[in-house]
């Protein structure tokens, strides 16, 4: 599953993106967060308010508890703030 | 015609208006709007971040919705990523139909989903420290009255 992350999200975690196989607990959005805020301090602190944080599967905006497969690119920001 | 740019690159607004007069003589309005970097609170910068692919094709997707909603004979979106100064231009929507009041509502409706939907994020640079900016309520109300 290949994961981007933006702006604060980005700056805590470290990094821009990452390909990462996902255990079976992985079935939704929800449950990538609790798998990736077991995986450092970084991810911690970008979810540690995950009302703070939007997603996109698949370059659509969607919510935690949309459901994911094996392929999917899942990208975790901010509220968007252009225009 | 419908365009769509992100790009670092400054525009010029007035070769983005002669592309949007040049409709084949049915436009009978041109509406544009260009959000520019406010210099308040000792702004030095700002930088504009963006999820390139998704910006497009959220993007694309409003300016199809707009022309579901109103008769648009050419509609223009430029959007800059990347640093900026105080008084830069950031956005440019522009949008020809044959009467004001399309164009005027097509324009306020996409720079509205701009604000709320299109994946960018802006990092204000102040001496000695960056912010990113907080999302407005009032841009999210702002959408609701489209819905």
Redesign the interface.
């Known amino acids: 599953m290949k994961l981007?992350y933006?702006?604060?999200v980005?700056q805590k975690i470290g990094k821009p993106e990452e390909q990462l196989d996902m255990p079976p607990s992985v079935t939704t959005v929800s449950t990538l967060v609790d798998f990736l805020r077991q995986r450092g301090r970084g991810y911690e602190e970008a979810f540690r308010n995950p009302a703070l944080v939007r997603v996109?599967v698949n370059?659509q905006?969607t919510d935690f508890n949309a459901v994911l497969r094996p392929g999917d690119e899942v990208?975790f920001?901010?509220?968007?703030?252009?225009? | 015609m419908t365009e769509i740019r992100i790009q670092q690159a400054d525009f010029e607004p007035g070769a983005e208006i002669a592309a949007l007069e040049d409709s084949g003589g049915a436009a009978g309005a041109i509406a544009t709007f260009i959000g520019m970097v406010r210099g308040d609170g000792g702004l030095i910068s700002m930088t504009l971040d963006h999820y390139a692919g998704m910006c497009e094709s959220e993007i694309a997707a409003h300016a199809m919705e707009a022309r579901k909603r109103w008769p648009i004979l050419a509609l223009r979106i430029v959007h800059r990523t990347g640093k900026l100064a105080p008084g830069d231009r950031i956005v440019f929507v522009g949008v020809a139909s044959a009467h004001r009041q399309a164009a005027f509502q097509a324009a306020e409706f996409l720079m509205d989903y701009l604000k709320t939907r299109a994946p960018f994020w802006k990092l204000e640079q102040r001496a000695g420290e960056e912010t990113w900016v907080s999302a407005r309520n009032e841009d999210d109300a702002s959408i609701r009255r489209w819905q």
């Open positions: 981007l933006f702006a604060w980005r996109a370059q905006h990208a920001f901010p509220p968007v703030t252009g225009g």
